[in-house]
């Protein structure tokens, strides 16, 4: 289908081109945070900001921003972002074609000759990926004012996280203050699935990023000669774990079918003594668990436990109760935000649908100090994280402009407000 776009696909594709030639030798497309890449990646960017007429600057957390002066001095900010930085092996679009799309927006709005009366930024957050200090969103986390303090401390590669973000412009001794100004926030992100694909839809609208909670269970055995202890005899920690990971798989899958997104997945399994000729004694399995809403994942937890005492006593096991390690809470996405996106939609003709995200974003933190709202776009198979990443330039250019317009109509309606 032909459309009439105020954003250039060309330039969108050159830019997004010229960033994954910035990768490791024989490794695409890897370009980390705190990795002299990384940083060359951010001097294409600053300087392409710049040429876009944009105001430049690193913030104290790390992140590289670029401002265009609203008419309307003290209005807020209206901020579009993503992140540059990648996993190994994988990131040609990942986060790349949100800080791209954003500065398209700036290039086309200046194009069209349309005044905001708000600041619009354009923000390359630090370090959205899992870093080598273990640790992730750490730019957005800053901005927000919520990274915690004693992440400055960690060391990986002859270097703590404060030395890291000095080494990209930024101050950690400075105060960390969340953002006041920001009224609202868009990011565009490959959804990371195969839903919007299968569907021939152009445009995921985000209602929530789901929530992250982690739980660790250990089985606890008994070791005895593989060879010698009879099949009735045994207190296999292995055998029982596998009812454990059986049970989480039917558990999901049934919550999975309800409304909201949810997921859990058994993603670390370490056993002892791991002989091969020595019945496994004990087994420590961690699981992933993602859930839009907060019912599901008490849900899920309870029936899990409830079935841990018949498991243990099946296999002559001891099962601990789950032990939670980590648990952040869905963030939704701001309501007036949503309408807007929809609304986007069919003025710029983009089939849409709402839809929960699955994985964490910088949304997640932005959604603490704004009026925060995300747009996936289809990407071939559902594939990312992988070199095989692969997303249309016209799907990338038809959120563009969807962008655009959520952007022109945002100015409008929170000066509304």
């Given at each position: 289908?032909?459309?009439?776009?105020?954003?250039?696909?060309?330039?969108?594709?050159?830019?997004?081109?010229?960033?994954?030639?910035?990768?490791?030798?024989?490794r695409?497309?890897?370009?980390?945070?705190?990795?002299?890449?990384?940083?060359?990646?951010?001097?294409?960017?600053?300087?392409?900001f710049?040429?876009?007429?944009?105001?430049?600057?690193?913030?104290?957390?790390?992140?590289?921003?670029?401002?265009?002066?609203?008419?309307?001095?003290?209005?807020?900010?209206?901020?579009?972002?993503?992140?540059?930085?990648?996993?190994?092996?994988?990131?040609?679009?990942?986060?790349?074609?949100?800080?791209?799309?954003?500065?398209?927006?700036?290039?086309?709005?200046?194009?069209a000759?349309?005044?905001?009366?708000?600041?619009?930024?354009?923000?390359?957050?630090?370090?959205?990926?899992?870093?080598?200090?273990?640790?992730?969103?750490?730019?957005?986390?800053?901005?927000?004012?919520?990274?915690?303090?004693?992440?400055?401390?960690?060391?990986?590669?002859?270097?703590?996280?404060?030395?890291?973000?000095?080494?990209?412009?930024?101050?950690?001794?400075?105060?960390q203050?969340?953002?006041?100004?920001?009224?609202?926030?868009?990011?565009?992100?490959?959804?990371?699935?195969?839903?919007?694909?299968?569907?021939?839809?152009?445009?995921?609208?985000?209602?929530?990023?789901?929530?992250?909670?982690?739980?660790?269970?250990?089985?606890?055995?008994?070791?005895?000669?593989?060879?010698t202890?009879?099949?009735?005899?045994?207190?296999?920690?292995?055998?029982?774990?596998?009812?454990?990971?059986?049970?989480?798989?039917?558990?999901?899958?049934?919550?999975?079918?309800?409304?909201?997104?949810?997921?859990?997945?058994?993603?670390?399994?370490?056993?002892?003594?791991?002989?091969a000729?020595?019945?496994?004694?004990?087994?420590?399995?961690?699981?992933?668990?993602?859930?839009?809403?907060?019912?599901?994942?008490?849900?899920?937890?309870?029936?899990?436990?409830?079935?841990?005492?018949?498991?243990?006593?099946?296999?002559?096991?001891?099962?601990?109760?789950?032990?939670?390690?980590?648990d952040?809470?869905?963030?939704?996405?701001?309501?007036?935000?949503?309408?807007?996106?929809?609304?986007?939609?069919?003025?710029?003709?983009?089939?849409?649908?709402?839809?929960?995200?699955?994985?964490?974003?910088?949304?997640?933190?932005?959604?603490?100090?704004?009026?925060?709202?995300?747009?996936f776009?289809?990407?071939?198979?559902?594939?990312?994280?992988?070199?095989?990443?692969?997303?249309?330039?016209?799907?990338?250019?038809?959120?563009?402009?969807?962008?655009?317009?959520?952007?022109?109509?945002?100015?409008?309606?929170?000066?509304?407000?």
């Amino acid at each position: 289908m032909s459309r009439n776009l105020t954003v250039s696909p060309a330039r969108i594709a050159a830019d997004i081109d010229a960033l994954a030639a910035i990768t490791e030798q024989n490794r695409p497309w890897t370009r980390r945070a705190f990795s002299p890449l990384f940083l060359e990646g951010r001097a294409y960017l600053e300087k392409a900001f710049r040429a876009a007429g944009l105001e430049t600057r690193i913030d104290a957390a790390g992140n590289l921003t670029g401002i265009r002066k609203g008419k309307t001095p003290g209005s807020g900010t209206i901020m579009l972002g993503s992140h540059s930085d990648t996993v190994p092996d994988g990131g040609r679009f990942d986060g790349v074609a949100g800080v791209v799309v954003a500065l398209e927006v700036v290039r086309g709005l200046t194009e069209a000759g349309v005044e905001l009366d708000h600041d619009l930024e354009v923000a390359d957050f630090l370090a959205e990926e899992v870093s080598i200090f273990g640790v992730s969103c750490i730019g957005s986390r800053g901005m927000a004012g919520v990274r915690p303090a004693e992440w400055l401390s960690r060391e990986a590669g002859g270097m703590t996280l404060a030395d890291g973000i000095t080494q990209v412009g930024g101050n950690p001794d400075a105060e960390q203050k969340a953002r006041d100004d920001i009224r609202a926030f868009l990011e565009l992100h490959i959804e990371q699935g195969p839903v919007l694909e299968s569907e021939k839809r152009d445009i995921g609208v985000v209602t929530a990023i789901a929530g992250i909670t982690r739980v660790e269970i250990i089985v606890e055995g008994r070791a005895d000669h593989a060879g010698t202890t009879p099949m009735d005899h045994r207190a296999d920690a292995l055998a029982a774990s596998a009812h454990v990971v059986l049970a989480v798989e039917t558990f999901a899958g049934e919550l999975s079918a309800t409304p909201g997104h949810f997921a859990a997945t058994t993603g670390e399994f370490e056993m002892w003594p791991n002989a091969a000729n020595v019945v496994p004694s004990k087994v420590r399995m961690l699981l992933d668990i993602r859930s839009e809403h907060r019912d599901d994942l008490g849900a899920f937890l309870a029936s899990l436990e409830s079935c841990l005492e018949g498991i243990a006593g099946d296999n002559g096991v001891a099962i601990a109760a789950p032990r939670l390690v980590s648990d952040n809470p869905a963030m939704p996405m701001d309501p007036l935000v949503m309408d807007v996106l929809d609304d986007a939609c069919e003025t710029t003709g983009a089939t849409h649908r709402r839809m929960a995200s699955g994985a964490g974003h910088d949304a997640a933190f932005m959604a603490r100090i704004a009026k925060a709202g995300m747009v996936f776009i289809p990407c071939r198979d559902g594939r990312s994280h992988t070199p095989e990443e692969f997303a249309e330039n016209a799907d990338i250019a038809l959120a563009a402009e969807v962008l655009l317009e959520a952007v022109k109509r945002l100015d409008k309606q929170l000066m509304e407000q």
